[in-house]
T-cell receptor, first 114, second 116 residues
Framework: AQTVTQSQPEMSVQEAETVTLSCTYD???????LFWYKQPPSRQMILVIR??????QNATENRFSVNFQKAAKSFSLKISDSQLGDTAMYFC???????????FGPGTRLSVLP | GAGVSQTPSNKVTEKGKYVELRCDPI?????LYWYRQSLGQGPEFLIY????????DSGLPNDRFFAVRPEGSVSTLKIQRTERGDSAVYLC??????????????FGPGTRLTVL
């Protein structure tokens, strides 16, 4: 079974600053995907970024980038130039290759302060 | 529709009652998923449909929970004899259902169920 851990229940960052959210996972699988989802108060889960485990290059998506360390089973999310709209719960998630369901971590509540 | 929709947005019921939660997936999406998100936790997988059939129902916690998708589009999650521990946000997601590794799941806004 896979598990996902997010050790930071809450974090805050000043607007325009950079923040890093941590995620570690446990699996015996070699091929899988990792994701970061954002959940604002509207409750709708929004995909932020995804990483294929077989790719060594870290994924980037505009202000969002990841630091994927496969050997350490670590998958952190860096948000640059934080904006007020980034305030939300952030969930790290795991899915095996060609799998159909996610395993989510417990989430980190991020507050961007003006 | 433009996105996944779920009704009702909020549902309050009494212990022991029966409830139905509805999910309308994105048009053309053959795969549909239900997740349960308890307070302060991440979503947990319940069941996955490919078309009309439940391809994986391993996440359903017990036989009080059941889901259907009779025409391969709209799905209903049914909970019998509700318990206070069933209180949670129930999320639905849909995807194209291809075998491609880029098959992205799109989530609805969820139904918040409160069992008194």
């Amino acid at each position: 079974a896979q598990t996902v851990t997010q050790s930071q229940p809450e974090m805050s960052v000043q607007e325009a600053e950079t923040v890093t959210l941590s995620c570690t996972y446990d699996t015996s699988e070699n091929n899988y995907y990792l994701f970061w989802y954002k959940q604002p108060p509207s409750r709708q889960m929004i995909l932020v970024i995804r990483q294929e485990a077989y790719k060594q290059q870290n994924a980037t998506e505009n202000r969002f980038s990841v630091n994927f360390q496969k050997a350490a089973k670590s998958f952190s999310l860096k948000i640059s130039d934080s904006q007020l709209g980034d305030t939300a719960m952030y969930f790290c998630a795991f899915m095996i290759l060609y799998g159909q369901n996610f395993v989510f971590g417990p989430g980190t509540r991020l507050s961007v302060l003006p | 529709g433009a996105g996944v929709s779920q009704t009702p947005s909020n549902k309050v019921t009494e212990k022991g009652k029966y409830v139905e939660l509805r999910c309308d997936p994105i048009s053309g999406h053959t795969a549909l998923y239900w997740y349960r998100q308890s307070l302060g936790q991440g979503p947990e997988f319940l069941i996955y449909f490919q078309g009309t059939g439940a391809a994986d129902d391993s996440g359903l916690p017990n036989d009080r929970f059941f889901a259907v998708r009779p025409e391969g589009s709209v799905s209903t999650l049914k909970i019998q004899r509700t318990e206070r521990g069933d209180s949670a946000v129930y999320l639905c997601a849909s995807s194209r259902g291809t075998s491609s590794d880029t098959d992205t799941q799109y989530f609805g806004p969820g139904t918040r169920l409160t069992v008194l």
